[in-house]
């Protein structure tokens, strides 16, 4: 008798507690919202985490709530926005669009080493050996993490062992900022045209010894700037986009590009203008890099 009365008292709990669950999802029960999936159907399913949600299903969500807005996801095409924005009755909405871009130009060719790295070959590992041996402490290790972490295939590595990034391609998903032991990469505006690919905080032309590109804080460019556009911050040149000042594709009263003046006199190419194809283009003073062969190491 007393394991037949322990089987009922545990199967009327069991039934109890079903009971209880059954009756609580159906008063706690939300219904979704039966437009979820087929908006989420029209997002490029990327997951780049680009327009601020970790999952396209996440942004989904937001937009049939009506927390954002379809421009918000730059990654879809024009046309996948303006459906979007028709289905759920609402506007388009304008979002800039951002990419990758790397403060490093020392490939090989124009940057030196001062000791050879013998290990795991990832820039992770290699910065905790001294830095990683390159002449300059800042610069790229040129061993691919960040291409590796690109899920999208818009970093690839050049012959010189330095990252390109293909600017179409780029989500602004911000997998190689997090990689890279230099914090050498950050997720910047397109429009932002004027740039600085160098991070190195010292100053003097005994640098070029080292890195044939690096910035030596002459602060021509900011000398040169219109209206505070740049000024000079722990020997490197800091742009402020928030000056207001014009970048786009026309002539001003300098004879420069927009605001392109500021890159014409530096000697090393250390500020360069990217246009709306993603090019970089560099001043008129900068020196012209001929060497394509990698050069030597060099002892410390």
Known sequence: MTILTAIGVIGGLTFLLASLLLLASRKLRVDEDPRLDLV????????????????????????????????????????????????????????????????????????RRRASYSGTETCGAAAQVAGGGKGCFWGCLGLGDCERACDFDAIVMNK??????????????????????????????????????????????????????????????????????????????VIHYDKGHDFSPSEDAAGGLGSRVAIERCPTGAIVWIDDQGRICKGAASKKILRQAALPTAPS
């Open 40 to 111: 989420e159907q029209m997002l490029p399913n990327n997951n780049c985490g680009a327009c601020g949600y970790p999952s396209c299903h996440l942004f989904a969500e937001a937009l049939v709530s009506g927390d954002v807005l379809p421009g918000k996801c730059t990654v879809s095409s024009d046309q996948g926005r303006r459906q979007i924005a028709a289905f759920l009755n609402v506007e388009e909405g304008v979002q800039e669009r951002r990419v990758a871009r790397l403060a490093c130009a020392g490939g090989t060719n124009v940057s």
């Open 160 to 237: 010189h062992q330095l990252p390109v990034v293909n600017e179409v391609l780029c989500t602004a998903c911000g997998d190689c900022v997090e990689v890279c032991p230099k914090d050498l990469f950050s997720l910047e505006l397109v429009n932002h045209h004027l740039w600085v690919p160098c991070k190195n905080l010292e100053q003097g032309d005994q640098l070029l010894d080292d890195c044939a590109v690096a910035c030596t804080a002459c602060g021509r460019c900011a000398q040169d700037a219109p209206g505070g556009l740049i000024t000079m911050d722990n020997n490197l040149p």
